[in-house]
């Protein structure tokens, strides 16, 4: 659930944060700066330290798709799914929403690292239920555990219409976030020619319109998510020969004008930028 904003109006934002996270750094990090309402939570990692506000288990949309492509490339360093499988489409495989698999022909033949690319940079629904099924929903969420991913779950495929109807819903947090994409840009999520398969594939995102919008001087390696009153984006954000780097998570839960969350987190992407000293 969003969390609810405080009865006392006297209460400092900052003071909220303490409340949610006691080990943000005050001098480094001020999200004070930024305003976030209550539906909105954070990560921020950048001169080496991290920080966190509001975070909270909420509705993940598309993020969830990070966390199953890790589980996938453990699968494929243990040699127990390789990336040139092979995988045929069937029309039952076909779900709407995000993404292309939906208009290709039945019977089309797709490798696993086909469907890894279009999960991530096209956010392809369709592709992603390919992969969880081929993955295991309840193996899935046993990584998640094993990680410490502890508000992150998958409980329904995408596009599910039925669980959606029941309220069943994919959840994650801007701690869980920003931890999964520290590990991968440390190199620490996998092999390292999984970790940079990853990064690929994260910097083909093809939802450009938030946080790369914002930033066009950068090498920005994330990911997007939307449903209905939820907009996130975070991610990888690189110097120029990606040297350097510093991680961004922002998401909102229950936003009242999607247009103004988009132009809000644009104006803290900025502004962050302009605290970070890359290299």
Request: hydrophobic content about 35%.
């Amino acid at each position: 659930m969003p969390e609810q904003a405080d009865s006392n109006d006297t209460i400092s934002l900052q003071q909220r944060i303490n409340r949610v996270d006691p080990t943000i750094n005050k001098t480094e990090n001020k999200w004070e700066d930024f305003n976030l309402a209550p539906s909105e939570s954070a990560y921020l990692y950048m001169n080496g330290k991290s920080s966190t506000v509001h975070s909270h288990r909420i509705k993940s949309a598309s993020m969830i798709k990070v966390f199953i492509l890790s589980y996938l490339f453990e699968k494929v360093d243990k040699g127990e799914i390789s990336l040139q499988d092979i995988y045929v489409l069937k029309p039952s495989d076909k779900v709407g929403g995000s993404g292309i698999l939906y208009g290709y022909e039945s019977g089309s033949i797709l490798s696993i690292d086909v469907l890894a690319r279009l999960m991530i940079a096209e956010s392809d629904n369709t592709a992603t239920n390919i992969l969880i099924d081929k993955l295991g929903l309840e193996n899935i969420n046993s990584y998640l555990l094993n990680q410490g991913y502890m508000d992150t779950q998958l409980n329904r495929k995408m596009m599910d219409l039925i669980a959606i109807d029941k309220g069943i819903e994919n959840y994650t947090s801007a701690k869980d976030l920003g931890n999964w994409f520290l590990k991968l840009a440390k190199g620490e999520l996998a092999s390292d020619l999984a970790n940079k398969k990853m990064i690929h594939y994260l910097l083909e995102q093809t939802d450009t319109e938030c946080i790369s919008l914002a930033l066009p001087n950068r090498v920005i390696a994330h990911k997007t998510g939307e449903l209905a009153s939820v907009y996130h984006d975070g991610g990888i954000i690189y110097n120029g020969n990606q040297s350097d780097y510093y991680i961004l998570v922002l998401l909102s839960d229950g936003y009242d004008s999607r247009a103004e969350t988009i132009k809000h987190f644009q104006s803290i992407a900025k502004e962050v930028d302009r605290k970070v000293n890359l290299k």
